[in-house]
């Protein structure tokens, strides 16, 4: 009498038709690897996320990202002095938080920052609003110009021999 062979090869060959389903269906019931990591990444930004929110990050990250901006733009106008050899003016309006730069340029400081400017008298447009002028030379009338935001702030700086516009941290003026 011949007995009856199961053929070699996976566990699941070896085993009833039924046995093989439950043995799948028990592999599949948890989570990936990459789920959990998933899970884990997903919860991680919306922690992050919270803690900027409650801890006024998002008012911090504007108040470096608009100094950045405006020293970017006074180091644009700087440049386009030299480059056309026509003073240039850089315009601040500390009240309408707005600036108006070279070429046209112009833009507004998020609303919830004080802006602060020092620079020569001789060249102000107008009462309350700041100028610096570039010249053609690479000199410029100088000046600062102050963004705070509480217990922080960033000072942008104009040398008026060099016209070189540096920013830096700074102690809030009060």
Avoid: Y
């Amino acid at each position: 009498m011949h007995s009856i062979r199961r053929p070699r090869g996976w566990p699941w060959l070896r085993c009833t038709p039924r046995a093989a389903r439950a043995r799948i269906a028990a592999r599949q019931a948890g989570f990936s690897l990459l789920e959990m990591l998933l899970v884990m990444a997903l919860i991680a930004a919306t922690g992050l996320l919270a803690a900027g929110v409650l801890t006024g990050g998002f008012d911090r990250m504007a108040l470096r990202s608009s100094a950045k901006e405006l020293t970017a733009q006074l180091r644009f106008a700087r440049a386009h002095a030299i480059a056309t050899g026509v003073p240039q003016r850089f315009t601040v309006d500390p009240a309408a938080h707005a600036w108006q730069g070279a070429n046209g340029r112009g833009g507004d400081f998020p609303e919830q920052l004080i802006v602060h400017f020092t620079g020569a008298r001789e060249v102000q447009p107008a009462e309350g609003v700041g100028a610096i002028v570039f010249f053609g030379d690479g000199a410029s009338t100088g000046g600062r110009l102050q963004l705070s935001l509480r217990d922080a702030a960033w000072n942008i700086d104009v040398a008026w021999l060099t016209g070189e516009v540096t920013l830096r941290r700074g102690e809030v003026a009060r």
